[in-house]
Nanobody
Framework: QVQLVESGGGSVQAGGSLKLSCAAS????????MGWYRQALGKERELVST????????TYTDSARGRFTISRDNTKNTLYLQMNSLKTEDTAIYYC????????????WGQGTQVSVFS
């Protein structure tokens, strides 16, 4: 059974940092491209960042580029998202996703972790 379990969310003041983690199990972690989505209240889900199987290639949405860093540790079956210089507009539920089937379609999803940024 595939499981993706996010952690590291919370409340932080604007300008602060958070690091999200996603512990994966039930599939071959290193064989799947992974990503982070987010969904703010009343808004559509947004693909924030993706990472290749080896971690060599990454992508970011414009709003995240330069502030967020995606990484993975294939020895620990864990995906990360380091978020710096957080803004109030980063407030959302963040979802870990695994095994990309097409640019915006992933097979597996975590339950999400709340990130709240206050001014």
């Amino acid at each position: 059974q595939v499981q993706l379990v996010e952690s590291g969310g919370g409340s932080v003041q604007a300008g602060g940092s958070l690091k999200l983690s996603c512990a994966a199990s039930g599939y071959t972690f290193s064989s799947c491209r992974m990503g982070w989505y987010r969904q703010a209240l009343g808004k559509e889900r947004e693909l924030v960042s993706t990472i290749s199987t080896s971690g060599t290639f990454t992508t970011y949405t414009d709003s995240a580029r330069g502030r967020f860093t995606i990484s993975r540790d294939n020895t620990k079956n864990t995906l990360y998202l380091q978020m710096n210089s957080l803004k109030t507009e980063d407030t959302a539920i963040y979802y870990c996703t695994a095994c990309q089937k097409s640019p915006y379609v992933y097979t597996y999803w975590g339950q999400g972790t709340q990130v709240s940024v206050f001014s």
